[in-house]
């Protein structure tokens, strides 16, 4: 017995809730079960019971004995003054408030249907498990339950990556044009260059930005030069000349220290996201779109956001991919898989954040715009799709990668639905 399930068994009501006496035989009425709480202190707050026919309101403490109360040293503990009813699998001491008044005890382990209890013990049996607990059960979890799961998984991703958008908008004293350049940056790094082209932002403001968001040219200078790509002075390539020019000519003028941005790599790299490519298209977007914050916040549909982000590097790199070295020409444009990601980790979560501060919930719109996005492709998603899950969307992609992340890896199968539904026995 375990206190999640505890917990569980009292949540979501699966004791007999008729003819509860306590263990000084007290007769036990649950009007409200109360608040469950994830954090420190009593287990669940506000809760509103009948005991002896006098009503009480207060907290609810749940151990799998009674004596843990003392092991955990409740006792001393004034937050736990309130606690109006212990519940515990087994009723093994008399349990006090600091002030010596008794606290009134339920045992459940006669109470709880076997079958619970053997549907527990199914899902957490680790004998035959390869991926998560509840595998060979979770394709039996369809319809409503599952979709509003997908859905609630999906906010609680976007929170999570709010968490970053707030950090940098402190650290960036509520700009939020410079938080979407931050964002950017790591986005177009992707996992190689993310904390290279993110230390850029550090380096070069937002305010930067603007003052020469004229010329493509200057910033994809100051972009490169500042990521150590124009320090070599062996290169015979006019292009890489005239951008190094250019470059120590704004470094002096706005004091750029290059030292702090770690040279991205190329190691490992597909050509079409090497470094040069990216700082060049990232250039070019912020050239072909004076007010970008503002109309990533206004977009609404996948068409618009295509049609924003679509920017291609200059001319130069149509047939180069790293300096000197001629190659095959391919236009170099963002392509609609790349804006997907950007959409997904970057612009959609901004978005998400930055209404949430205004007070508007744009979840439905949000989540819309994710149905259309084609769904990621890892070996997560794999496994759960091998399991009989279809993932249709990168809503649903997003949603099963929070489900495996939060839930499944760190065995929080009771706050989850799948585990939910399957316990209903």
């Known amino acids: 017995m375990t206190e999640d399930l505890l917990h569980f068994i009292w949540k979501y009501k699966r004791l007999p809730l008729q003819d509860l006496v306590t263990s000084n035989n007290e007769k036990l009425q649950i009007i409200d079960l109360g608040t469950h709480n994830l954090l420190a202190g009593p287990d669940f707050f506000n809760a509103h019971l009948k005991i002896n026919g006098q009503l009480w309101a207060g907290n609810v403490e749940i151990h799998q004995k009674s004596s843990d109360w003392y092991v955990h040293n409740h006792e001393r503990d004034t937050n736990y ?26 045992e459940l382990q006669k109470m709880i249907s076997p079958d619970l209890l053997l549907a527990y013990l199914n899902l957490f049996d680790q004998r035959h498990k ?59 790094g992707s996992k190689v260059n993310a904390v290279s082209f993110m230390a850029l932002a550090d380096v070069m403001d937002y305010a930067t930005v603007r003052k020469l968001q004229q ?82 916040m206004q977009a609404a549909t996948l068409k618009e956001y295509y049609e924003l982000f679509g920017a291609e590097a200059s001319a130069y790199w149509k047939n180069h991919f790293t300096f000197g070295k001629t190659s095959k020409q391919s236009a170099k444009r963002l392509t609609k898989p790349f804006i997907n990601l950007l959409l997904i980790n970057a612009i959609l979560p901004l978005k998400y954040a930055y209404y949430k501060t205004k007070g508007l919930a744009i979840d439905e719109a949000i989540i819309e715009v994710m149905y259309e996005i084609g769904k990621e492709a890892n070996h ?43 316990l209903q026995v």
């Open 130 to 188: 390869t991926f998560i607990n509840c595998e060979k059960q979770i394709s039996q979890i369809k319809g409503i339950i599952w979709s509003h799961w997908l859905e609630r998984l999906y906010i609680e991703r976007l929170e999570s990556k709010s968490d970053l958008i707030f950090e940098r908008l402190l650290h960036s004293n509520n700009d939020w044009e410079q938080v979407l350049f931050s964002l950017l940056l790591k986005n177009f």
């Open 81 to 106: 003054d309130n606690v109006i009813l212990h519940v515990v699998w087994q009723d093994d001491a008399r349990v006090f408030r600091s002030d010596n008044s008794e606290i009134p005890t339920l």
């Open 380 to 422: 997560i998603i794999d496994h759960f799709e091998a399991l009989g899950i279809t993932v249709r969307n990168a809503m649903e992609s997003q949603s099963v990668l929070q489900l495996y992340n939060e839930y499944c890896s760190k065995n929080k199968c009771l706050q989850c639905a799948v585990a939910q539904k399957l």
């Open 215 to 296: 010329s493509a040219f200057k910033l994809e200078s100051v972009f490169l030069g500042l990521s150590g790509l124009l320090d070599q002075t062996e290169v015979e390539d006019k292009y890489y000349k005239t951008l190094r020019k250019e470059y120590h000519f704004l470094k002096r003028k706005f004091g750029f220290v290059s030292q702090l941005v770690p040279r991205p790599d190329f190691f490992k790299l597909r050509p079409h996201n090497f470094p040069t490519i990216r700082l060049s298209q990232l250039a070019e977007l912020y050239a072909k779109s004076q007010n970008l914050f503002n109309e990533a």
